[in-house]
């Protein structure tokens, strides 16, 4: 029989999954916004938006110190930060299009050198899932091959139920022994109906067909018309659940200091930039080009995937209101 | 070829300079060892490490040194950045980080039997130094060498002594040119590709291998495949700014590849769809 969860008991396991240890992520109110950060208790806990940022910095920090080193009578002592201190968490509450990530990202993560500081958080993480009843405007995951009732990517996976609470579905083995654990907190589904999935606008999008184009045209007057406009602001980059380039920076001086990993943009005119000035990268039409290759070629070659889940931040946050799946869109047609 | 996955990628290990040579104005040699009784580096030629200026930053820096085991890591580097410039102030006893060795080799085994044609440009001559090295070491089990080195001007000429070394070989081809001079210099005046000329080898049976500007780089290719090599004969040392060194940070893509873990040495034919197109 399908199981299902209440509102309120979906709180209290958030509640006593806080009080065994482990680090609860979801969705909650955070000044002006809603980010994925640590719950202190079920009720901050907010189900009705889409936080602004994605939820990979649950498994990879805006920044984090990878490691510290002081110098001494002895020479320089570097002292590691153990990711096997990583705490157990659960993710609660998180969108289709932010569970399907770490499945992408996994790829660049571990296809030589494993990042050890991802793998740790990422094996050490369940992912509950909550399937999307409502999409704005920008929303497109349909168009990218998701949808608001995908799966994959979750452990457990929740769908709103018309009569309130959400029906639960088991995906991984993640999943069936947290189901189990807290057997307690779950019930019947019986004959309550879940809610119908949202329905993202915007025409399906052909991305072996996009790729394609993208093979051939390196060079196309399209990038130019593209980044006439961009600013070359990051935000789509910081936004997005699959964008995974990053920066390490030092904090410090000789004698004493930290090494740290910090998220980092293609569209930023210093990405490429070599000290002695050279630029390969040297125009912004070129760092547009990168982000779209990057996405829908470059990682496809390597990887046979894209690095893209539709959840539309980027649309929402562009200040000069560059829409990729616009711009999908007109590769599409061509 | 290569030696295995680097145990501890992230980690710079702590290395003592026990060696400091000025080449030219802008251009030092460092000699390292690790700190404590760690084993010296395994490398292949052609690999890099990040050199790290404990609280200044990282640079990816190609290994320079003999492969054959010497116990030091040798960095040739010229100053040109905040990085680079703190370590031209190192001296000895001075200690940095290092991580790594990184990257991929060049195909000095699958070279045996052959002809070697190595061209460098300015410091691209430093990672084919340690091709220079292993070739030298078992200098019966290839061809004729040649060596085409082109840099700037004769003051920006760096491993001097050795390359008037080795020039003096009878079993090597070694050519050295520069870009400008002054009414002193009596050698060749000109770019990497007028050596060529004096070059020979069987084109059918020959490894080339190239590492300076990607200018530089592409006109050796064409001048080469004009006297009859194969790309698939060819490979080249590609360079870009570097941060993670395992591939995952992002900075050094080309397209679908990662220099730090995909190059930096790179058969022609791998890469010359996309090379010539500097804004990649």
Redesign the interface.
């Given at each position: 029989m399908p199981k299902m969860i209440t509102e309120q008991n979906l709180r209290a396991l958030i509640d006593l999954l806080v009080k065994e240890g482990s680090r609860v992520v979801g969705p909650k109110a955070a000044g002006t916004m809603t980010l994925y950060e640590p719950l202190a208790a079920g009720e901050e806990l907010v189900l009705t938006e889409l936080p602004r940022r994605s939820a990979k910095e649950a498994f990879f920090p805006l920044c984090e110190t990878i490691l510290t080193y002081a110098k001494g009578e002895e020479g320089v002592q570097v002292n590691d930060i153990d990711p096997a201190r990583f705490p157990e968490t659960v993710l609660v509450a998180v969108r289709p299009c932010d569970a399907a990530a770490p499945g992408i990202l996994d790829a660049v993560f571990s296809w030589d050198y494993d990042d050890q500081f991802y793998q740790e958080r990422r094996k050490k993480t369940a992912i509950i899932g909550l399937a999307c009843t409502k999409a704005d405007d920008a929303c497109f995951c349909t168009a990218v091959g998701l949808s608001p009732a995908e799966t994959q990517g979750s452990d457990l996976f929740l769908t709103p139920l018309s009569g309130g609470g959400f029906r639960v579905e088991a995906v991984t083995e993640k999943g069936e022994k947290l189901l189990a654990r807290y057997s307690q907190l779950f019930g019947e589904a019986g004959s309550a109906q879940p809610l119908p999935p949202a329905e993202p606008g915007g025409e399906k999008l052909e991305l072996a067909r996009i790729k394609a184009w993208l093979d051939a045209n390196f060079e196309s007057p399209l990038w130019q018309e593209i980044a006439d406009r961009c600013a070359g602001c990051g935000a789509c980059a910081f936004l997005c659940p699959a964008c995974h380039c990053f920066d390490i920076n030092d904090e410090g001086t000789e004698a004493k200091g930290a090494r740290r990993k910090s998220w980092d943009a293609c569209g930023f005119a210093k990405f490429t930039n070599h000290a002695s000035g050279h630029n390969p990268r040297d125009a912004q039409n070129k760092r547009y080009r990168n982000r779209l290759m990057h996405k829908f070629k470059y990682y496809d070659d390597k990887f046979g995937k894209h690095l893209c889940t539709g959840c539309g931040r980027c649309v929402r946050a562009c200040p000069v209101g560059i829409d990729i799946k616009a711009v999908l869109d007109e590769i599409n047609s061509k | 070829m290569s030696p295995g996955?680097?145990e501890?990628?992230?980690?710079?290990?702590?290395y003592?300079v026990r060696g400091v040579r000025r080449e030219t104005h802008d251009v030092f040699t460092l000699e390292l060892e690790p700190?404590?009784d760690a084993a010296p580096l395994a490398f292949g030629p052609g690999q890099f490490t990040m050199l790290y200026?404990?609280?200044?930053?990282?640079?990816p820096i190609s290994i320079s040194g003999d492969p054959a085991g010497n116990t030091m890591l040798v960095h040739t580097i010229r100053a040109?950045?905040?990085?680079?410039r703190a370590l031209e102030r190192c001296r000895k006893g001075d200690?940095l980080?290092v991580r790594g060795p990184f990257g991929t080799c060049w195909p000095v085994d699958e070279a045996a039997g052959k002809d070697v044609v190595l061209a460098a440009g300015g410091i691209g001559l430093a990672p084919l130094r340690s091709v220079m090295y292993r070739l030298l070491a078992r200098r019966e089990r290839y061809g004729r060498i040649a060596l085409l080195y082109g840099t700037r001007t004769p003051e920006d000429i760096v491993y001097r002594d050795e390359l008037e070394e080795w020039r003096g070989r009878l079993d090597l081809n070694v050519q050295v040119t520069v870009d400008r001079a002054g009414s002193d210099w009596r050698g060749n005046v000109g770019a990497v590709t007028t050596l060529l000329p004096r070059a020979e080898f069987d084109p059918a049976n020959t490894v080339a291998m190239f590492c300076g500007p990607e200018v530089m780089m592409r006109f050796t290719m064409l001048a080469l495949m004009k006297r009859g090599l194969q790309a698939e004969q060819m490979y080249l040392s590609m360079?870009?700014?570097m941060?993670?060194g395992?591939?995952?940070?992002?900075?050094c893509?080309l397209?679908?590849f990662f220099i730090c873990?995909d190059g930096p040495v790179f058969p022609y034919d791998r890469v010359k769809w996309?090379f010539g197109?500097?804004?990649?």
């Open positions: - | 996955p680097c501890s990628p992230m980690r710079p290990q702590p003592v700190a404590g200026a404990f609280g200044m930053g990282e640079v040109v950045g905040t990085v680079t200690v980080g360079e870009r700014n941060k993670c395992i591939g995952l940070c992002g900075h893509q397209g679908p873990k996309l197109r500097e804004e990649i």
